[in-house]
Nanobody, 119 residues
Framework: QVQLVESGGGSVPPGGSLRLSCEAS??????????MGWYRQSLGKEREFVAL??????????DFVEGRFTINRGLRGDLGDTIFLQMTNLRPEDTATYFC????????WGRGTQVAVWS
C-alpha cells in the first residue's frame, strides 16, 4: 500500500504563489517506473488533471497551467520520493482541492490539500 502525504495548501490573493509537496512511501525510478502528479477538484466539478512527472523526470501539464506551475522532484524524504508543485500567478479559478497521486499498475491518491485564491 502506497501512502501519500500532501502539504502546502493555503489561501492567497490573485497573483500569489504556493508550493505544494507530496511525499510518497515509495520511490520511483528505473527499477520502479511510475509517475506522480496532481489533480484538482473544485466544488461541483469533476476532478481534473494538473501536472505529472515520470520516473525519467519528464513533466506534462494541463493546458490551463499556461506556464504558471512547475512540477519537480525533490530530495528523497524519510518515507520515499517527494514531488513539488510550485504555483505562481494564481487565479481565483485555481481554487480547488489538490490531490497528489502515484501511478504504476494502479493509482494511489492522497487526501488532498486546499488551495483558495480569493479576490
Amino acid at each position: 500500500q502506497v501512502q501519500l502525504v500532501e502539504s502546502g495548501g493555503g489561501s492567497v490573493p490573485p497573483g500569489g504563489s504556493l508550493r505544494l509537496s507530496c511525499e510518497a512511501s515509495v520511490d520511483f525510478d528505473f527499477d520502479n517506473p511510475a509517475h506522480m502528479g496532481w489533480y484538482r477538484q473544485s466544488l461541483g466539478k469533476e476532478r481534473e488533471f494538473v501536472a505529472l512527472i515520470n520516473w525519467r523526470g519528464t513533466a506534462n501539464y494541463a493546458d490551463f497551467v499556461e506556464g504558471r506551475f512547475t512540477i519537480n522532484r525533490g530530495l528523497r524524504g524519510d518515507l520515499g520520493d517527494t514531488i513539488f508543485l510550485q504555483m505562481t500567478n494564481l487565479r481565483p479559478e485555481d481554487t480547488a482541492t489538490y490531490f497528489c497521486y502515484y501511478a504504476t499498475s494502479r493509482v494511489y491518491w492522497g487526501r488532498g490539500t486546499q488551495v483558495a485564491v480569493w479576490s
